[in-house]
């Protein structure tokens, strides 16, 4: 076997590993995600209304009601499993609102820290919560109004998003190699040469940001619980 033969059999035995690590749907996913966003970058900035970002999002939507369609089973993943839930409030998650999603988004990607998380420790008199909440907000309502775009964010945006859509569907599986051409392939970001220490290394900080978000909200819950016990009727 002489080397271009012994690379396209390195290349096949990769592609196998990562088929059998992902789940089907993650491609389709990935690549519905690169086209709503490929869309709305192609768009200048006049053309970018309220109203061409609701054709591209109906279009997103319909193509994920397909994929949902074509590969969900009877058995539900237990909570936790996906990369967006813990970064995201299932409320934010469900909702029409396109305030209460792009305040989170903002939140995390400003933060690493969930907004619902923050809010909660807010009200527990969390200093260092609190600034982080407002500054969301002010990020926010320069947005809203129009003053000029905010401070850039200090993670890679593209990226984090990737961690966040595949999460839970094998992403988190993949060897640094195996994710390195997974993500030239699939990646948000268009890319086609990714490193394999670079995403590793932005893997493991998604994956702790995203540990500290789910053990918060889990520690919350058990608080709320213990604070406020169930009342049983008597038998």
């Not at 998380?117 to 002010?138: E, G, L």
């Not at 926010?140 to 200090?154: D, H, S, V």
């Not at 595949?166 to 993500?183: I, K, M, R, V």
Request: one cysteine or more; glycine letters at 6%; a negative charge.
């Amino acid at each position: 076997m002489d080397s271009a033969e012994h690379a396209i059999e390195g290349i096949r035995k990769r592609l196998t590993a990562i088929q059998q690590k992902i789940h089907p749907a993650l491609p389709e996913l990935l690549n519905a995600l690169k086209a709503a966003e490929a869309e709305w970058k192609s768009l200048s900035a006049c053309e970018r209304t309220p109203q061409r970002l609701g054709e591209i999002e109906r279009k997103f939507n319909k193509e994920l009601e397909r994929i949902h369609r074509t590969y969900s089973g009877p058995v539900q993943s237990p909570k936790g499993t996906f990369g967006v839930e813990g970064i995201y409030s299932e409320t934010a998650l469900a909702s029409e609102s396109h305030g209460a999603a792009a305040v989170e988004y903002v939140h995390w990607h400003r933060h690493q820290k969930s907004l619902e998380n923050d809010v909660q420790a807010m009200t527990a008199k969390n200093h260092a919560a609190s600034q982080r909440v407002q500054r969301t907000f002010s990020d926010y309502e320069q947005l809203r109004c129009g003053a000029g775009p905010i401070k850039p964010f200090t993670i890679d945006m593209d990226h984090w998003d990737f961690f966040a859509a595949g999460w839970g569907l094998g992403l988190e599986q993949l060897s640094p190699e195996e994710l390195a051409d997974f993500a030239d392939w699939y990646c948000i970001c268009g890319g086609t040469e990714h490193n394999a220490d670079n995403l590793k290394q932005q893997a493991l900080r998604f994956k702790k940001a995203r540990k500290e978000a789910l053990d918060f909200e889990k520690e919350w819950s058990e608080q709320s619980r213990e604070s406020n016990p169930v009342k049983r009727l008597p038998s």
